[in-house]
C-alpha cells in the first residue's frame, strides 16, 4: 500500500528542486513507496509521479497483482508500447525527473515522443527521501544487525572448522536462513591471508593455515532491510606489525564513530576515521572510504569519504569501515553500522571488536 508520508516527502523534495513529476523505476525504491517487490526483468517498470499528488504504475501483465496498492495500475502486453501508457499522464513541457536507473532505451523513446519534455535527473528525491530512515526502518535495521551478530560468532566457528573461503560463505546461507534472513546482502567476503590484503578480495577456494590472517565482510536481508559488518581475526599468533595495524585500524574505527552526531560532515567523519591511520604512518594503505549508507539496499546514496561535504541528518544509517591493507602480507578492516540519533548516533553491531586470535 501506498506509504502516504514518504509520497509526501518525496514531493516536498520535487518542489525544492523545480521538479514537476518524476518516473521512478528502481525496484528498491518502489518497494519504499509501495511495500510491493516487483522485480520485472528487461520489462519496463515505472511508478510515476506528479507534483500535485497524482500517481500511476505502469507494469507487464506478466506480472499481476490483485492486492490494493494504493496507486492506479495500467498493465501493458509484450505487444504493446509502454510508453505509450506512460505518456498518457505526462505533462508536457515541462520538467520530469527520472530514475538514474531507467534504462536508456525506454527514456530515448520517450524523448523522441515528447522533444518538448525538459529532462533531469530525478533520482535525488527518493534517495534523499530514504536516507532518513523512520521509526519503523530503524527497528527493522536494529534487528538485521542483531542477526548478523549472531551469524558473525556462527561464520568464526565454520573457519575453524577448517573451510574453503567459498565454503565459508555457502555455508553461511544456511545460517542466515535459520535467522529468518533468506538472502545475503551481498557475496558474503571471507578472506585468508594474502587474500585479506586485497579490499574487496573475491572468495575462492584457499583454505587457512596457521600463522595468517583472515577477514570476515558478511551481510544478510532481514524482514527486506540490509546488514553489514566485517571482523579481522588472526590464526596462530600475530606478528608485532599485525598487532600494530589492528590497533590502528580498531582506534580508526572508534574515532570515526565518535565524530558520527547531526550537523557533522560526512567528509568530517572520514577524516576523522583516516587521520588515526595516517598518523600511526599507514595512511597510504588505507584505500578506500570510510563508509556508505545502507538501508533497503546494502549501499546507498550518500557515501561517507572526503569528497562529500553534506550534513549528517537524525535518521540516517551508514558504515564505518577503515581498513589497512598490506599487499602480500595481510589486511585488517573492522566494521560497525551507526544510526544517528539526535545527539550522536547508536553502533547497531554488538560483535567484539578486540583483537581475536583463533587457534589452529
Same mark, same amino acid.
Given at each position: 500500500m501506498m506509504n502516504k508520508q514518504r509520497?509526501?516527502?518525496i514531493i516536498g523534495k520535487m518542489e525544492q528542486k523545480g521538479l514537476d513529476q518524476v518516473v521512478i523505476t528502481s525496484p528498491e525504491s518502489i518497494f519504499y513507496l509501495l511495500g510491493e517487490w516487483i522485480h520485472p526483468g528487461e520489462r519496463m517498470l515505472a511508478l510515476y509521479i506528479h507534483k500535485t499528488g497524482k500517481t500511476k504504475l505502469v507494469l507487464n501483465?506478466?506480472?499481476? =497483482? @490483485?492486492?490494493?496498492?494504493?496507486v492506479p495500475i495500467e498493465f501493458y502486453n509484450d505487444t504493446e508500447d509502454p510508453i505509450e501508457y506512460l505518456m498518457k499522464d505526462v505533462e508536457d513541457k515541462v520538467v520530469m525527473g527520472i530514475d538514474k536507473e531507467w534504462a536508456s532505451h525506454f527514456l530515448i523513446r520517450l524523448?523522441?515522443?515528447?522533444?518538448?519534455?525538459? =529532462? @533531469?535527473?530525478g533520482s535525488s528525491v527518493v534517495d534523499e527521501a530514504r536516507m532518513i530512515k523512520d521509526e519503523e526502518e530503524r527497528e527493522l535495521m536494529r534487528k538485521a544487525s542483531a542477526i548478523n551478530d549472531k551469524v558473525m560468532a556462527e561464520a568464526i566457528e565454520i573457519v575453524k572448522s577448517g573451510c574453503s573461503e567459498l565454503e565459508v560463505g555457502k555455508r553461511l546461507a544456511d545460517v542466515y536462513a535459520?535467522?529468518?534472513t533468506p538472502a545475503f546482502?551481498?557475496?558474503p567476503l571471507i578472506c585468508y591471508g594474502k587474500g585479506a590484503a586485497e579490499p574487496h578480495h573475491s572468495s575462492d577456494e584457499t583454505k587457512w593455515s596457521n600463522n595468517q590472517c583472515v577477514i570476515v565482510d558478511i551481510g544478510g536481508v532481514t524482514d527486506n532491510y540490509a546488514s553489514d559488518m566485517t571482523r579481522s581475526f588472526f590464526i596462530g599468533e600475530p606478528n608485532e606489525e599485525y598487532k600494530k595495524?589492528?590497533?590502528l585500524v580498531k582506534k580508526a574505527n572508534e574515532a570515526g564513530i565518535q565524530a558520527v552526531k547531526p550537523g557533522a560532515k560526512f567528509s568530517d567523519i572520514d577524516k576523522a576515521a583516516r587521520k588515526v591511520i595516517e598518523d600511526g604512518g599507514y595512511g597510504p594503505y588505507f584505500t578506500h572510504r570510510t563508509g556508505h549508507n545502507i538501508g533497503i539496499s546494502c549501499h546507498e546514496a550518500p557515501d561517507v569519504s572526503m569528497t562529500n561535504d553534506m550534513e549528517v541528518q537524525e535518521g540516517m544509517a551508514f558504515s564505518i569501515e577503515p581498513g589497512i591493507y598490506l599487499s602480500g602480507k595481510y589486511g585488517v578492516r573492522i566494521e560497525d553500522l551507526?544510526?544517528?540519533t539526535k545527539d550522536g548516533c547508536e553502533v547497531l553491531n554488538?560483535?567484539?571488536k578486540d583483537l581475536t586470535i583463533v587457534k589452529a
Open positions: 509520497l509526501n516527502t501483465a506478466l506480472f499481476p =497483482i @490483485e492486492k490494493d496498492l494504493g524523448m523522441k515522443k515528447m522533444p518538448d519534455l525538459k =529532462i @533531469e535527473i535459520k535467522y529468518d546482502s551481498f557475496d595495524i589492528y590497533a551507526v544510526l544517528v554488538k560483535y567484539p
